[in-house]
Protein backbone atom coordinates (compact mmCIF):
# COMPACT_ATOMS: atom_id res chain seq x y z
CA UNK A 1 0.00 0.00 0.00
CA UNK A 2 1.11 2.97 -1.27
CA UNK A 3 1.38 6.83 1.07
CA UNK A 4 -1.53 8.21 -0.77
CA UNK A 5 -3.57 5.14 0.02
CA UNK A 6 -2.70 5.00 3.76
CA UNK A 7 -3.60 8.90 3.18
CA UNK A 8 -6.93 8.14 2.01
CA UNK A 9 -7.86 5.42 4.22
CA UNK A 10 -6.85 7.35 7.12
CA UNK A 11 -9.09 10.39 6.13
CA UNK A 12 -12.09 7.43 5.81
CA UNK A 13 -11.18 6.24 9.23
CA UNK A 14 -11.48 10.05 10.45
CA UNK A 15 -14.47 10.55 9.01
CA UNK A 16 -15.96 7.53 10.07
CA UNK A 17 -14.94 7.75 13.57
CA UNK A 18 -16.64 11.40 13.49
CA UNK A 19 -19.68 10.14 12.47
CA UNK A 20 -19.65 7.13 14.93
CA UNK A 21 -19.12 9.77 17.51
CA UNK A 22 -21.98 11.32 16.69
CA UNK A 23 -23.81 8.21 16.60
CA UNK A 24 -22.75 7.18 20.26
CA UNK A 25 -23.88 10.63 21.43
CA UNK A 26 -27.92 10.17 19.54
CA UNK A 27 -27.84 6.39 21.39
CA UNK A 28 -26.90 7.96 24.33
CA UNK A 29 -29.05 10.54 24.61
CA UNK A 30 -31.95 8.64 23.22
CA UNK A 31 -31.81 6.22 25.82
CA UNK A 32 -31.18 8.91 28.39
CA UNK A 33 -34.80 10.58 26.99
CA UNK A 34 -36.47 7.56 27.79
CA UNK A 35 -35.22 7.06 31.40
CA UNK A 36 -36.35 11.24 32.04
CA UNK A 37 -39.78 9.74 30.80
CA UNK A 38 -40.02 7.42 33.10
CA UNK A 39 -39.06 9.00 35.88
CA UNK A 40 -42.04 11.69 35.61
CA UNK A 41 -44.07 8.10 36.48
CA UNK A 42 -42.93 7.04 40.04
CA UNK A 43 -46.61 5.50 40.81
CA UNK A 44 -46.12 2.34 38.29
CA UNK A 45 -42.49 1.67 39.93
CA UNK A 46 -43.57 2.36 43.15
CA UNK A 47 -46.54 0.13 42.70
CA UNK A 48 -44.10 -3.20 41.95
CA UNK A 49 -42.36 -2.27 44.73
CA UNK A 50 -45.45 -2.55 47.02
CA UNK A 51 -46.02 -6.30 45.52
CA UNK A 52 -42.68 -7.21 45.91
CA UNK A 53 -42.42 -6.09 49.61
CA UNK A 54 -45.53 -7.57 49.86
CA UNK A 55 -44.53 -11.22 48.93
CA UNK A 56 -41.13 -11.01 50.69
CA UNK A 57 -42.20 -10.26 53.68
CA UNK A 58 -45.15 -13.06 53.76
CA UNK A 59 -42.79 -16.03 52.92
CA UNK A 60 -43.40 -15.31 49.31
CA UNK A 61 -40.70 -15.32 46.35
CA UNK A 62 -40.00 -13.31 43.14
CA UNK A 63 -39.68 -15.08 39.49
CA UNK A 64 -38.39 -13.96 36.60
CA UNK A 65 -38.21 -14.81 32.78
CA UNK A 66 -37.72 -13.61 29.20
CA UNK A 67 -35.70 -15.14 26.55
CA UNK A 68 -32.63 -14.17 24.67
CA UNK A 69 -31.24 -10.83 26.28
CA UNK A 70 -34.38 -10.68 28.41
CA UNK A 71 -33.46 -14.17 29.78
CA UNK A 72 -29.84 -12.69 30.77
CA UNK A 73 -32.00 -9.95 32.92
CA UNK A 74 -34.38 -12.55 34.16
CA UNK A 75 -31.39 -13.95 35.90
CA UNK A 76 -29.50 -10.61 36.88
CA UNK A 77 -32.32 -9.54 38.64
CA UNK A 78 -32.68 -12.76 40.79
CA UNK A 79 -29.31 -12.95 41.36
CA UNK A 80 -29.35 -9.23 42.75
CA UNK A 81 -31.89 -10.75 45.22
CA UNK A 82 -30.32 -13.86 46.14
CA UNK A 83 -26.90 -12.87 46.36
CA UNK A 84 -26.59 -9.04 47.36
CA UNK A 85 -27.43 -5.88 44.95
CA UNK A 86 -25.06 -3.35 46.86
CA UNK A 87 -21.82 -3.91 48.53
CA UNK A 88 -22.35 -1.43 51.42
CA UNK A 89 -25.94 -3.56 52.29
CA UNK A 90 -25.73 -6.35 54.66
CA UNK A 91 -28.91 -8.66 54.67
CA UNK A 92 -30.13 -11.70 54.33
CA UNK A 93 -30.45 -13.45 50.63
CA UNK A 94 -33.93 -13.40 49.43
CA UNK A 95 -36.19 -15.71 48.08
CA UNK A 96 -35.80 -15.26 43.80
CA UNK A 97 -35.58 -17.85 41.09
CA UNK A 98 -35.42 -17.01 37.24
CA UNK A 99 -37.64 -19.40 34.90
CA UNK A 100 -34.21 -19.27 32.14
CA UNK A 101 -31.40 -20.91 34.15
CA UNK A 102 -31.77 -24.43 33.73
CA UNK A 103 -31.01 -26.14 29.99
CA UNK A 104 -32.44 -29.14 30.64
CA UNK A 105 -35.92 -28.18 31.77
CA UNK A 106 -36.17 -25.61 28.94
CA UNK A 107 -35.30 -28.16 26.38
CA UNK A 108 -37.34 -31.01 27.95
CA UNK A 109 -40.30 -28.48 28.10
CA UNK A 110 -40.14 -27.18 24.71
CA UNK A 111 -39.46 -30.84 23.00
CA UNK A 112 -42.26 -32.65 24.99
CA UNK A 113 -44.87 -29.16 25.71
CA UNK A 114 -43.34 -26.98 23.01
CA UNK A 115 -41.77 -23.73 23.31
CA UNK A 116 -44.29 -21.40 24.45
CA UNK A 117 -44.63 -23.81 27.57
CA UNK A 118 -40.71 -23.54 28.66
CA UNK A 119 -41.69 -21.19 31.44
CA UNK A 120 -45.36 -21.64 32.24
CA UNK A 121 -44.68 -25.60 32.69
CA UNK A 122 -41.64 -25.18 35.28
CA UNK A 123 -43.54 -22.52 36.87
CA UNK A 124 -47.12 -24.53 37.29
CA UNK A 125 -44.67 -26.61 40.00
CA UNK A 126 -42.60 -24.18 41.50
CA UNK A 127 -44.95 -20.97 41.82
CA UNK A 128 -47.04 -20.24 44.54
CA UNK A 129 -50.27 -18.01 45.37
CA UNK A 130 -48.66 -14.75 47.08
CA UNK A 131 -45.74 -14.94 44.70
CA UNK A 132 -44.57 -12.03 42.23
CA UNK A 133 -43.80 -13.20 38.66
CA UNK A 134 -41.85 -10.67 36.58
CA UNK A 135 -42.46 -11.51 32.63
CA UNK A 136 -39.98 -9.37 30.40
CA UNK A 137 -40.55 -9.19 26.74
CA UNK A 138 -39.37 -6.14 24.81
CA UNK A 139 -42.49 -6.01 22.10
CA UNK A 140 -45.13 -7.46 24.96
CA UNK A 141 -45.87 -10.56 22.20
CA UNK A 142 -43.30 -13.53 23.26
CA UNK A 143 -45.69 -16.66 23.55
CA UNK A 144 -43.75 -17.99 25.79
CA UNK A 145 -43.97 -15.12 28.59
CA UNK A 146 -47.48 -14.58 27.76
CA UNK A 147 -47.87 -18.38 28.57
CA UNK A 148 -46.14 -17.98 31.36
CA UNK A 149 -48.42 -15.15 32.96
CA UNK A 150 -51.41 -16.50 32.14
CA UNK A 151 -50.48 -19.72 34.16
CA UNK A 152 -49.40 -16.93 37.02
CA UNK A 153 -52.70 -15.59 37.02
CA UNK A 154 -54.58 -18.95 37.84
CA UNK A 155 -52.31 -19.49 40.40
CA UNK A 156 -52.91 -16.44 42.13
CA UNK A 157 -49.39 -14.97 41.21
CA UNK A 158 -49.14 -11.67 41.18
CA UNK A 159 -48.07 -11.10 37.59
CA UNK A 160 -45.60 -7.71 36.74
CA UNK A 161 -45.02 -6.74 32.89
CA UNK A 162 -41.58 -5.29 32.33
CA UNK A 163 -42.46 -4.23 28.42
CA UNK A 164 -41.94 -2.10 25.30
CA UNK A 165 -43.63 -0.32 23.01
CA UNK A 166 -47.22 -0.22 23.60
CA UNK A 167 -46.90 -2.98 25.85
CA UNK A 168 -48.73 -5.35 23.74
CA UNK A 169 -50.66 -8.54 24.55
CA UNK A 170 -49.25 -8.72 27.69
CA UNK A 171 -51.07 -5.90 29.15
CA UNK A 172 -54.08 -7.44 30.08
CA UNK A 173 -52.24 -10.55 31.95
CA UNK A 174 -50.58 -7.88 34.15
CA UNK A 175 -51.48 -6.76 37.41
CA UNK A 176 -48.43 -4.14 37.28
CA UNK A 177 -46.90 -2.92 34.18
CA UNK A 178 -43.56 -1.07 33.84
CA UNK A 179 -43.61 -0.11 29.98
CA UNK A 180 -40.75 1.68 27.75
CA UNK A 181 -42.43 3.82 24.98
CA UNK A 182 -39.79 2.82 22.68
CA UNK A 183 -39.45 -0.29 19.67
CA UNK A 184 -35.55 -0.70 19.43
CA UNK A 185 -34.97 -3.64 21.65
CA UNK A 186 -31.49 -2.25 22.94
CA UNK A 187 -33.17 0.44 24.18
CA UNK A 188 -35.94 -1.06 25.72
CA UNK A 189 -33.71 -3.65 27.69
CA UNK A 190 -31.02 -0.81 28.76
CA UNK A 191 -34.47 0.64 30.39
CA UNK A 192 -35.60 -2.73 31.84
CA UNK A 193 -32.62 -3.32 33.53
CA UNK A 194 -32.53 0.43 34.84
CA UNK A 195 -36.33 -0.31 35.99
CA UNK A 196 -35.09 -3.54 37.82
CA UNK A 197 -31.87 -1.90 39.62
CA UNK A 198 -34.26 1.14 41.07
CA UNK A 199 -37.09 -1.53 41.91
CA UNK A 200 -34.76 -3.80 43.70
CA UNK A 201 -33.08 -0.94 45.71
CA UNK A 202 -36.38 0.54 46.95
CA UNK A 203 -37.37 -2.50 48.33
CA UNK A 204 -33.81 -3.40 49.65
CA UNK A 205 -34.57 -0.21 51.38
CA UNK A 206 -37.89 -0.98 52.78
CA UNK A 207 -36.62 -4.45 53.95
CA UNK A 208 -33.96 -3.56 55.80
CA UNK A 209 -35.66 -0.34 57.11
CA UNK A 210 -32.94 2.22 55.18
CA UNK A 211 -33.76 5.58 54.60
CA UNK A 212 -33.81 6.03 50.56
Known sequence: ??????????????????????????LLHRGAALKLALAEQPAPILAVVDACEAAIRSGNKLLFCGNGGSAADAQHLATELLIRLRGSVVRESWPALALTLDPAMLTAAGNDFGYDQVFARPLSGLGRAGDVLFGITTSGRSPSVLRALEVARGMGIVTVGLLGGDGGPARP????????PDSETARVQECHIALGHIVLELLEDRLTGRRA
Open 1 to 26: MGLKDEAARGTRSAGGNRDEAGHIKA
Open 173 to 180: LCDHMLIV
